[in-house]
């Protein structure tokens, strides 16, 4: 028996050395593809390219897509990353800087692979072989792997493919989470305009904007003012929104840019892909000390006067170097790149507008001690499921909209909420009724009551509303937010749609502090208790008579740009 013990530590012990013999020779085993961009925005994808990585010498290493392959030139090596596209000079014209190798020979200063056929990445669906002196290590296959979809890239990150559809340019920042902030919570239309102003008017250095819309004259003044104290201002702005730049926001943006103030936009311009399907995060860094966030544009509705008539949004600023560092970096990234160009907003009347009279009921309330955690999209946008995952007793939402996905596929963000309610907690759905909201056949008031039947069928504690506007004195829904067990608080500009968290910028905070949670607990209620289980009850211009269609074709020059 010992002998024969003997002999098996001896055979092990010999594997063990043969094994280490083979890693020493075949040092490449170590080289995958972790990156791959194969249906590009560029015409006949020319600017394709995939990403290797190891530290190895690649001898012997040919990659394949089942057609055609290539080998790289004898004793070429890889130390960390290597990038191999389809022609140096489109993925220059494209990325600004040039390849490490390339298939087709057009650019001098481009090494090329050895090439064997025709090798292209097909867009639908196609493969890649990674191969060892003809031992297969690496395959990946699409759409079985990963989603084919026109801009998309692929990465390969913590033992898999990336799910989610990032596209060419955009970022892919972790979260954050900050302990003991201070904070100033606020919500439009009863305090927003006021900590807006105060926001702006603490900063001596800097002031960092990033805005989907902006058209009201009394934010621009306020901008005008830091100005004259010498703060540097730079605003990044969507270039096409829903409807395009209106009249109002050229007015409001040429008086920021007659006054030297540095404004860009980002849109798709030329061959150059925009990075995001839209810019429409709503942040104001403030030097390196605070950055406000909210769910509301830089309008009238969103930041009316004191007293003045508006829309529901929520809104925090932070009073945390941390936070504004991290945001400072998103838009950074965001900045960069062809797709964001200097904006000259063209001569526009200027047209002044007066709100219907409001009565405050929730005036801003500052905290200490919270716990904020950052959302962005595309980035981090799954948090908000996750959140809603975690509740134990009860989920508040108050919503703009939901919207199913393509193809009537389920909300997965709606489908946490169900799920939760399964579960046993209590979840409530505010969401707008403005008519716009409600005319169509698959809109909110058709989402409300899919919401209820589901809870009465099932017996689960889940209910939706419409929320009555005229009883609450707003002029719609315009919120995006969370509410869950009472102490944690979404606050974003992420509207629960297929676009807006996986393919638009948005910029959000998860705020953990029971005081917080109070603050807008009270609000949700106040909103809440003024709506129906019913129909919504908000004002239906479509089946007002006559007279009434005048006023339904003027809103109906609006609709693209309140639509958001």
């Not at 001098?108 to 072989?129: E, T």
């Not at 395009?244 to 006054?259: K, M, N, S, Y």
């Not at 007293?307 to 809104?315: L, M």
Request: charged fraction near 20%.
């Amino acid at each position: 028996m010992y002998k024969v013990r003997g002999v098996q530590l001896l055979n092990m012990r010999v594997i063990l050395l043969l094994m280490l013999l083979f890693f020493l020779v075949h040092p490449a085993l170590c080289v995958s593809i972790v990156e791959f961009y194969p249906d590009t925005y560029v015409p006949q994808d020319t600017d394709e390219y995939l990403v290797i990585e190891g530290n190895t010498v690649l001898d012997g290493i040919t990659i394949s897509d089942g057609e055609g392959g290539f080998r790289f030139p004898d004793h070429s090596s890889v130390a960390g990353r290597i990038t191999v596209a389809l022609q140096g000079v489109a993925f220059r014209q494209v990325h600004g800087v040039n390849p490490d190798f390339e298939l087709y020979d057009t650019s001098p200063s481009v090494p090329d692979v050895i090439r064997g056929g025709r090798f292209q990445m097909s867009n639908a669906g196609d493969q890649l072989f990674l191969y060892q002196d003809g031992v297969l290590l690496q395959k990946v296959s699409w759409p079985e792997e990963v989603t084919a979809r026109e801009g998309q890239v692929h990465f390969w990150e913590d033992g898999r493919w990336d799910p989610r559809p990032l596209s060419i340019g955009q970022s892919r920042f972790t979260t954050l989470t900050v302990e003991n902030v201070t904070l100033t919570a606020f919500v439009s239309p009863d305090s927003s305009y006021e900590v807006f102003a105060e926001a702006v008017s603490e900063a001596d250095r800097s002031l960092r904007v990033n805005i989907y819309e902006f058209s009201s004259l009394k934010i621009t003044s306020l901008f005008l003012e830091a100005q004259r104290r010498g703060v540097e201002e730079e605003f990044l702005l969507e270039g096409g929104p829903v409807g395009g730049i209106l009249p109002e926001e050229h007015c409001a943006l040429r008086t920021l840019a007659d006054q030297g103030v540095t404004l860009r936009v980002m849109e798709t311009n030329g061959t150059t892909h925009a990075k995001y399907q839209f810019d429409h995060a709503k942040y104001v860094i403030v030097d390196d000390t605070g950055v406000l966030i909210a769910s509301e544009n830089f309008n009238d509705n969103g930041f009316p006067l004191p007293g003045r008539f508006g829309n529901r949004g929520w809104g925090v600023y932070l009073r945390d170097p941390r936070m504004a560092e991290y945001f400072q970096q998103v838009f950074d990234w965001d900045i960069a790149g062809d797709d964001v160009t200097l904006f000259q907003p063209r001569p526009s009347t200027c047209l002044t507008t007066t709100p219907a009279e409001y009565t405050v009921e929730f005036p801003s309330q500052e905290f200490t001690g919270a716990r904020v955690t950052t959302v962005l999209a595309p980035d981090t946008s799954m948090l908000i499921p996750d959140l809603i995952g975690r509740a134990r007793l009860s989920v508040d939402i108050e919503q703009a909209y939901v919207k199913n996905y393509s193809h009537n596929t389920p909300n997965p963000f709606l489908e946490e909420a169900i799920q939760a309610a399964r579960r046993g907690v209590v979840v409530r759905v505010l969401l707008d009724s403005s008519w716009f909201n409600i005319n169509e056949a698959q809109d909110n008031d058709e989402m409300a009551a899919y919401i209820n039947e589901l809870g009465r069928t099932e017996g689960i504690p889940i209910t939706a509303r419409c929320a009555d506007l005229k009883n609450n004195h707003l002029d719609k829904i315009h919120n995006k937010g969370v509410i869950v067990d009472g102490e944690h608080v979404l606050i974003s500009s992420v509207n629960w749609n297929e676009q807006s968290p996986s393919f638009n910028r948005e910029a959000g905070v998860i705020i953990e502090h029971p005081g917080v949670g109070a603050y807008y607990q009270k609000v949700f209620n106040d909103d809440w208790n003024a709506s129906t289980d019913g129909p919504a009850t908000g004002i239906d211009f479509m089946k007002l008579e006559t007279a009434g269609l005048v006023i339904l074709v003027l809103a109906g020059l609006y609709f693209f740009r309140i639509r958001r």
